[in-house]
């Protein structure tokens, strides 16, 4: 495979797309159930005795219902995104990022990265199992993570500012693998681009 290309990953992203429907499937589901709680039902009355009426205990509500119910329909909202875009990734197995002309090109789908990034830019890169990378999680996350491996780039950005990027081995073809050769093919850039710094 072109070291200096990565292609999105027709399976890892298609897994991803399952599962955030799964959670936006959940999500609404629940939020459906919260709804009904909110509604008031009617008085019903129980007949102990023909001449004695004992209203029936109303059922249990969640107090706090009303505000957990957008806050699903919300969160099923960001998962339906998510889904959307591993889905339109899988579909399209585009390019992810290429090494041309002395720039990373970035896919449009990666939101927070640059459409272009300049390799003497790059300030930082990694690339080992994920739970080692930069980065906080939660303690099950970075359990998780001990399965997976990823491309860690942290880059100096615009007014001094410093931006990272992440992409996991089943986000691309070829896996960990096509990481480290697009990794060792990147590493040259960057030793071509220093050299060319100094001289100058």
């Not at 969640?62 to 960001?78: E, N, T, W």
């Not at 889905?87 to 459409?115: Q, T």
């Amino acid at each position: 495979m072109n070291p200096s290309i990565l292609y999105f990953s027709r399976w890892g992203n298609a897994i991803k797309a399952l599962f955030f429907l799964g959670f936006a499937a959940l999500s609404f589901f629940f939020s459906a159930l919260l709804y009904g709680e909110t509604k008031p039902e009617p008085m019903q009355e129980a007949t102990v005795r023909p001449d004695l009426y004992l209203p029936i205990p109303a059922p249990r509500r969640d107090p706090l219902a009303p505000f957990k119910v957008p806050l699903l329909i919300a969160a099923g909202g960001v998962c339906l995104f998510y889904a959307g875009r591993h889905g339109a990734r899988a579909i399209s197995r585009r390019v992810a990022v290429r090494i041309l002309d002395g720039h990373l090109h970035f896919h449009p789908s990666f939101i927070a990265a640059p459409r272009q990034l300049p390799i003497a830019d790059i300030v930082e890169m990694i690339v080992d199992r994920a739970d080692r990378l930069p980065g906080d999680g939660s303690r099950a996350a970075k359990l998780g993570a001990r399965l997976r491996h990823g491309l860690y780039l942290r880059y100096r950005a615009g007014g001094g500012a410093i931006g990272e990027f992440r992409l996991a081995d089943n986000d691309v073809d070829g896996g960990t693998g096509q990481l480290r050769r697009f990794a060792a093919h990147l590493g040259a850039w960057r030793q071509s681009a220093a050299r060319a710094a100094r001289r100058d």
